[in-house]
């Protein structure tokens, strides 16, 4: 037990001080694993990331319905795939651009060389609450991210091509 008050501290997040047993003891942190833009990251309250780019404007509310699991006070909360009830609520910060990326394309006794760059949009987003549905408090009506399955879009034809006759 010395070796843990020697690395940490009571002024130490992780730990807190349980005076009934005189040790420190882990905090268990209320975090969980939202899905956007066909990725998967770990949140918890307070965290601050970059998505995918997300179609809001700075200072407007999200609510990620795309819940994969859920950990609070050592309850555990796993979906299949998702967790029905639980909602993650962010707020976008800022729409940025990512670290440039460099491309080369080359081809051996071609003289072939190409070189582009690409930078990926992305949002930058404050987790502000997770729980449930019921219990997350919202001034204004958050702005809902859906599966992008669920949002495909059927393009009629504008305009019709007539066949000659002769």
Do not use: C
């Not at 780019?53 to 994969?68: C, G």
């Not at 003289?111 to 449930?132: A, C, F």
């Amino acid at each position: 037990m010395s070796h843990l008050l020697a690395k940490t501290t009571l002024e130490d997040p992780h730990w807190k001080y349980a005076k009934k047993f005189g040790i420190l003891i882990p905090i268990v942190m209320k975090y969980a694993v939202i899905q956007t833009g066909g990725k998967q990251y770990r949140v918890s309250e307070g965290d601050s990331l970059e998505v995918e780019r997300l179609t809001t404007s700075p200072t407007e509310k999200i609510v990620f319905n795309d819940v994969l699991l859920m950990v609070a006070d050592g309850d555990i909360k796993v979906g299949t795939p998702y967790v029905s009830g639980l909602s993650v609520i962010a707020e976008v910060v800022a729409q940025v651009k990512g670290e440039k990326i460099r491309v080369s394309k080359f081809k051996a006794k071609a003289r072939y060389r190409r070189t582009t760059g690409h930078r990926q949009s992305l949002s930058k987003i404050q987790i502000l609450q997770i729980g449930d549905k019921k219990e997350v408090k919202t001034e204004k009506a958050p702005q809902e991210v859906t599966p992008k399955a669920s949002q495909k879009i059927v393009k009629k034809p504008t305009h019709v091509v007539k066949k000659k006759t002769v």
